[in-house]
């Protein structure tokens, strides 16, 4: 059973389209690219390592919005 933190978090999170966290991983690539094209090297790591988080965040909305359903 789930608190009600969590509860509210998950239905905030539902209502948000998975093509959001889809897209904001590709631009966090991109932004990386360019980041390591104009030498900033560490930033650009940081900004990179941005898209599995939000890969992760995509999968556990499809999660959330199935187990809703049910």
């Not at 969590?6 to 360019?34: H, N």
Request: with cysteine.
């Amino acid at each position: 059973k789930e608190g009600p933190v969590a509860r509210v978090i998950e239905e905030q999170t539902a209502k948000i389209p998975s093509d959001v966290f889809l897209w904001a991983a590709v631009a966090s690539m991109g932004v990386s690219l360019t980041l390591k094209c104009l030498n900033r090297k560490h930033t650009a790591l940081f900004v990179g390592q941005w898209a599995a988080p939000f890969l992760l965040l995509g999968i556990y909305n499809k999660i959330v919005k199935t187990e809703g359903h049910d």
